[in-house]
């Protein structure tokens, strides 16, 4: 008999068991041993593989956060493999700030964690020269070993980065806080959950995009992939869940993710995170965390609410929170009890006494951890709840109608965070009362916004229409809400409505005679004062009416009325049918005793036009009046007939009259219908459009292809390829015309055509090259183009001039001893190579190698010493310029080189 030591996973797995086996084939002995127990044995293992002095990083990101000016405190967090001796000497880490300048950032912070962890934290401030975009990067050698998806990593440095931004005109800027560790664990079949509970201090929106891990230089990793998942392996961009559905094998991984921040629309810095993921096989379960649903909070109000969790394998429950909520200086949520704890179910209840100073555009996230007490591998549920914290109301005092304005007050307003006031209106009432979280007022309700005033210290406004006076007859209601820095707004308070005295006339009609509409006569109308001051502005009175062939023309009088009542009189001086005009009129009141009272609002005529198109009329019209026009009747006859019929009706100013016949003539009115919002006036108001005619024609060009390339590049052509059209766009096709330009600095040129009954591929022959781009159009039998497909290109990769390989063997045997691109030069005669910028060097970053000569020649010798390179791995970068066509073009090829000897 003899005893066995066997790891379960990984060397360097954390907090799996270990067995030892009594080899007896009559009993089989399991004992468990925590890793703990045996870290030494583990470090003799690792140690015979690789040296422990540079085999340490987990795991990594750099954050930052503003000082003053253009200086930033800028934060590297590392994790490192805890026996590594590595970290012992590692108290600075080289920086390069992205500004051409580096630095040695001094580590503040080493603390070892369980499972074989250590916690680096390094950190120092730094002022970049200008505003600008910078990309601070770390990189440090090497990775732990055996990372399942990076291969050899224990020779792969950790590589991270993050972008700032400086922009004066979008103000201060702090990176986002990752307030979970970049380190968990999990099971092989059960699916994995990672959330960075990112916070961002600032209110930035937040967006999460997974990336390759990098390595020397930042290049990617040869042979890097994604870890291998029965579905899938993903990340919310929105909420941050990286989600391992579901891994297949055990070990450890490293994947990577980009959080990038956006105000106003704008990218304004990322953040890299290259985190660590174990995988054991167990048959572990995480915890179940109860639902909760996000939820708002008006500023000044408590939010309470109770979580739970529940360990389903009946394992003891360790319940903890983080999140923005939790890092506020003034009023921080708080869970009770922090921790919680409990077998098999964890109860915490948050709070959160919420302030002005909590007030932000995008909602707050409270993240809930539970994590189970299994022996072997403890497990996490997370469950995030975002949490809104809404500005109070702004209290509408009053609205007071004033001459030809409105004069609106309001209560003083609590949050002086606040910088403004909006002020919405519509006519009539709305009766909108805002759902529990809703901010601001959505134009849904009829409300548009009619002024911002910024400030909080003046509580009025008047409203007169920006200097054009409100409408009489017009009920206007008013919402006020207050805004802050970042974009949020206020939840709508009360609505107050108001109306003007009707101390004038006001417009009704201004419409074709509907008696009489070949006549294009114009028949107008208006509403007698009903508040006049009489005792202010004694009659006798009068009515001037002024007609305008445009709304800021000079009025022409049409017509003098004597008394109140006179309010309808018939233009017979135009004709609306054949002038051409979009008439408007207005009504001024006059008395013989004081002259000129005031004038109504101008109302202008319903001026319809046509749009001819294939078996279509397209019909607009425009109407500017003072009344509010909710529908609209359309009529038609065609050239033949004497009566006009009803054909449809609609809601906003077009109309589309389809199934007609090209080439026949189609004559229409139209009839609006609407009316004001105060009783005492006619309604509804219906007014008459002139009478159009109009022809349809087919003027609709086909449909666009999508056109493909197909590349031959040892016959040197290009076959172009696209589908025929299966619907209405192909019925009167006629041919494709085929574009081509040889480079981008060329203009396209039409090349040839191909009848479109037989051919939807082109076959480009006879060419030099291979590269070049295209395009086509379609044309119909009228003669109608479409517009250009989209455009392809076939560049130099298509058929690539210059090709490595990954592999030599220089030992002397005459075969392959010397390393030189494959097929070089006839692998493309019509490419010439003018140089390239080679350069090879080892794991560690040391060069070996370096030569512009294209043939490159190297016989596995360091050129520095003339000594042979070893067997291994070697990585490269080359640049390759070659001529084609009178233009010098780069090919940036990069990867490795196998040595065998």
């Not at 003799?44 to 990083?57: D, K, M, N």
């Not at 009489?516 to 006798?540: C, E, N, R, Y």
């Not at 060069?847 to 016989?859: L, V």
């Amino acid at each position: 008999m003899h005893t066995q030591v066997m790891m379960i996973g990984d060397k360097n797995l954390p907090r799996f068991s270990i067995y030892l086996q009594n080899l007896d084939p009559k009993k089989v002995i399991m004992t468990r041993i925590t890793f703990k127990k045996i870290v030494f044995t583990c470090i003799v293992f690792i140690s015979s593989v690789v040296s422990l002095f540079a085999t340490h990083q987990r795991a990594a990101e750099i954050s930052y956060t503003w000082v003053s000016g253009l200086t930033f405190e800028v934060t590297i967090t590392m994790y490192t493999y805890t026996p590594s001796m590595a970290d012992d000497s590692r108290f600075t880490l080289p920086i390069l700030w992205g500004d051409n300048s580096t630095s040695d950032i001094p580590r503040i912070v080493f603390t070892n964690l369980p499972d074989n962890y250590s916690l680096n934290i390094y950190r120092m401030n730094h002022t970049f020269p200008a505003a600008g975009t910078y990309k601070m990067s770390v990189e440090d050698p090497n990775r732990n070993f055996g990372v399942v998806n990076i291969p050899n990593s224990v020779n792969v440095p950790m590589y991270v980065e993050s972008q700032l931004v400086i922009n004066p005109f979008l103000g201060n800027n702090n990176s986002v806080s990752l307030l979970n560790p970049p380190i968990d664990q999990g099971c092989v079949g059960s699916v994995f959950v990672h959330n960075a509970a990112a916070y961002d201090a600032d209110g930035d929106s937040l967006s999460f995009h997974l990336v390759d891990c990098r390595g020397l230089g930042g290049l990617e990793i040869p042979g890097f992939v994604l870890p291998v998942a029965s579905n899938s392996f993903s990340i919310d961009s929105i909420t941050g869940d990286l989600v391992w559905d579901a891994p297949v094998l055990q070990g450890e991984y490293n994947v990577a993710f980009i959080v990038e921040e956006w105000r106003h629309g704008v990218k304004i810095g990322y953040v890299t995170r290259d985190m660590q993921i174990v995988i054991g096989a167990c048959s572990n379960n995480p915890p179940q965390i109860s639902s909760v649903s996000d939820t708002c909070v008006i500023a000044g109000d408590t939010l309470n609410f109770v979580v739970q969790a529940t360990d389903p394998d009946g394992n003891g429950v360790n319940l903890t929170a983080n999140g923005g909520p939790f890092e506020m200086t003034e009023n921080p949520a708080t869970i009770n009890p922090d921790p919680a704890t409990g077998t098999p179910t964890a109860i915490t209840s948050f709070g959160w006494f919420t302030t002005c100073s909590h007030i932000r555009k995008t909602p707050f996230v409270a993240l809930f951890r539970a994590r189970d007490a299994h022996p072997v591998v403890s497990l996490t549920s997370l469950k995030s709840v975002q949490i809104q914290v809404i500005a109070p109301p702004v209290l509408l005092l009053s609205a007071i109608a004033l001459g030809s304005g409105v004069d609106l007050s309001w209560d003083t307003y609590n949050c002086d965070n606040a910088i403004g006031f909006k002020i919405y209106r519509r006519s009539g009432s709305s009766g909108f009362s805002p759902d529990p979280c809703q901010t601001g007022v959505p134009s849904s309700t009829g409300f548009r916004l009619v002024a911002e005033q910024s400030g909080t210290e003046i509580l009025q406004y008047r409203d007169d229409d920006h200097g054009e006076g409100l409408v009489q007859g017009i009920e206007y209601c008013y919402l006020v809400t207050a805004f802050f820095q970042d974009g949020a707004e206020s939840i709508a308070g009360n609505e107050i409505c108001v109306s003007l005295k009707r101390d004038l006339p006001v417009m009704t009609h201004v419409s074709n005679d509907s008696i009489s509409l070949q006549s294009g006569h114009v028949i107008t109308a208006w509403s007698k004062p009903t508040d006049l001051d009489t005792m202010q502005f004694p009659g006798p009175y009068y009515y001037t009416l002024q007609r305008y062939e445009s709304q800021s023309g000079i009025g022409q009088p049409v017509y003098t009325g004597s008394g109140l009542n006179d309010t309808l009189f018939t233009d017979e001086s135009v004709n609306m049918n054949t002038s051409g005009f979009q008439y408007y009129y207005d009504i001024t009141l006059g008395s013989s005793s004081v002259g000129t009272i005031g004038s109504s609002r101008k109302a202008s005529s319903v001026f319809l036009a046509l749009e001819p198109t294939d078996g279509q009329l397209i019909l607009h019209w425009k109407t500017s009046v003072p009344w509010i026009n909710d529908s609209t009747l359309i009529y038609r006859k065609k050239e033949s007939e004497t009566v006009f019929a009803y054909v449809g009706k609609s809601i906003t100013n077009t109309f589309i009259d389809k199934d007609l016949t090209n080439e026949a003539t189609y004559c229409y009115y139209v009839k609006t219908m609407g009316g004001y919002s105060v009783a005492g006036i006619v309604h509804p108001i219906i007014n008459y459009s002139q009478i159009q005619c109009g022809i349809p024609l087919d003027n609709i060009p086909p449909c666009t292809a999508t056109v493909g390339v197909i590349t031959d590049c040892e016959t040197v052509e290009n076959l172009l390829h696209w589908h025929p059209f299966a619907d209405s766009c192909g019925y009167d096709l006629f041919k494709y015309l085929i574009y081509y330009k040889a480079n981008e600095a060329d203009e396209f040129l039409l090349i040839d055509s191909v009848f479109a009954s037989n051919d939807t591929s082109y076959l480009h022959q006879n060419l030099d090259f291979t590269i070049g781009c295209y395009y086509i159009k379609s044309v119909d039998i009228h003669g109608n183009i479409s517009l250009q497909s989209n455009t392809v290109c076939v560049d130099y990769d298509a058929c690539p001039p210059y090709k490595l390989p990954n592999v030599f063997t220089p030992n002397s045997d005459q075969i392959n001893d010397i390393f030189l691109p494959i097929g070089y030069p006839a692998a493309n005669p019509k490419a010439i190579i003018e140089s390239v910028k080679m350069a090879i060097f080892n794991r560690w970053g040391k060069i070996m190698f370096e030569t512009n000569d294209p043939e490159i020649k190297w016989d596995g010798k360091n050129s520095q010493n003339g000594l042979d390179c070893s067997e291994g791995v070697y990585f490269y970068t080359c640049e390759v310029y070659f001529v084609s066509l009178n233009e010098v073009r780069t090919m940036h090829l990069q990867g490795s080189i196998t040595i065998i000897r």
